[in-house]
């Protein structure tokens, strides 16, 4: 009997350094490679925000796009639906006689939900849904304490994993692979399938060319670039980072680029972009150390829906002092901003606003190009004071950070 091995594609979309694949390529006689546009994720949400603001979702449908684009030049192709996974995986599975699932295991409580609600499914037709791990810098199996016992302090959580762990070297890319030889034709929803309005398309497509598109392609040109001696410029993370969001490149794979390029006289620049891949993982450890510790409420004081509402109808205004104003305007127009000037945009909400973090960390979820659930709310929870690592949390001024940080016309190049 044939071993028919279903990858089921999330935040993974490359060839380079996916261990799923690679390993479904070893291990299967045949791999079907599969995408799903969950609706779950294009809807507005409670606050009122989109879960997936429409820029985002341009970089999303991208994405996926050159990744099936990739895998069709192999004589090979992505399967793409629109709809729940936990719909349809079955009746795939039926259809391809597949004999095991593939996937990334994630750590928020909506994506492991998703995951469980498909084992379901796969257990009543008695296919087993295996996980990985790999979306983090460090692999979970290399750290030097248990999940339980992580240091909550983030510098004790570097400083431990720095000096006893290590990252480990990237798989190399899957060049070709065995699929289906009957298998179907799919094709990648528009914006207006996944819900967006016309009006909310046109902004979508008027962005100029210069702004991040999305793919493996693109993400391999854009980590080279940051990484350039002669790129000098506060948008540097930030412009990989949507790539490593969408899994369009691993942490471990701009870990090593950035090694290879490592000299004194480049280190302050190199350790700093190490530093936001140490900042990433530790929040996604800490989300699995206490599960849905960045989503609770932990000021019981506030209506955050009520707050979400105020920061909604803050931003339709334009009488913002006018860095915040400049700073919002590249926000919601690009999707993207260096880290430093999101935390301007985030002390200013708390301190001048008064708004709830889970309300700002909602709105940064609507926009963000680089949107992740365990990065966005931990930086979020730490901005409102009541972060898991206590000496990180924010105590400087709104006022103080724009003379620290602030740069005019900080767009993304």
Request: hydrophobic share 35%; charged share 30%; net charge neutral.
């Amino acid at each position: 009997m044939k071993k028919v091995i279903l990858v089921w594609f999330r935040n993974d979309l490359r060839i380079h350094d996916n261990e799923i694949l690679s390993e479904a390529v070893k291990k299967a006689d045949i791999v079907i490679p599969v995408y799903f546009f969950d609706p779950r994720y294009f809807k507005k949400n409670k606050l009122g925000f989109r879960n997936t603001g429409v820029l985002r979702a341009r970089f999303l449908l991208e994405s996926v796009a050159q990744f099936k684009e990739t895998l069709q030049n192999m004589d090979t192709d992505l399967l793409v639906f629109q709809g729940k996974p936990e719909d349809i995986i079955g009746t795939l599975c039926a259809k391809y006689d597949v004999t095991e699932v593939y996937h990334h295991r994630e750590v928020a409580n909506r994506e492991t939900k998703i995951s469980e609600y498909v084992e379901e499914t796969l257990w009543q037709e008695k296919i087993n849904l295996k996980h990985f791990i790999g979306h983090t810098l460090y692999h979970k199996e290399d750290l030097p304490f248990p999940i339980r016992d992580i240091p909550d302090m983030f510098a004790a959580f570097k400083k431990k994993i720095e000096k006893e762990s290590f990252v480990r070297p990237v798989v190399a890319p899957v060049t070709s692979f065995v699929t289906h030889p009957h298998l179907e034709s799919t094709t990648i929803p528009s914006l207006l399938e996944l819900g967006y309005s016309e009006e909310e398309i046109k902004f979508a497509y008027s962005r100029p060319v210069e702004h991040l598109r999305g793919g493996e392609t693109a993400a391999r040109q854009t980590a080279a670039k940051t990484l350039s001696p002669e790129f000098d410029d506060m948008n540097d993370y930030n412009l990989v980072s949507p790539y490593i969001a969408v899994g369009a490149i691993s942490p471990a794979d701009y870990y090593h680029q950035i090694k290879e390029r490592y000299t004194s006289a480049n280190k302050k620049k190199y350790e700093r972009l190490i530093l936001r891949l140490f900042w990433r993982d530790y929040f996604r450890f800490m989300l699995k150390k206490y599960p849905n510790v960045f989503f609770r409420n932990q000021d019981l004081t506030k209506d955050v829906q009520a707050d979400a509402q105020r920061l909604r109808q803050h931003l339709c205004e334009d009488s913002h002092h006018p860095v915040i104003n400049d700073l919002l305007n590249i926000l919601q127009s690009s999707g993207n901003l260096p880290y430093e000037h999101r935390e301007i945009l985030a002390a200013y909400f708390k301190q001048e606003l008064s708004i709830h973090y889970l309300a700002g960390a909602g709105f940064f979820e609507e926009y963000l190009l680089d949107y992740v659930p365990a990065t966005t709310y931990g930086y979020w929870l730490h901005f409102a004071e009541k972060g898991t690592s206590p000496k990180d949390n924010l105590k400087t001024s709104w006022q103080d950070l724009v003379k620290k940080y602030y740069r005019p016309k900080a767009v993304i190049k």
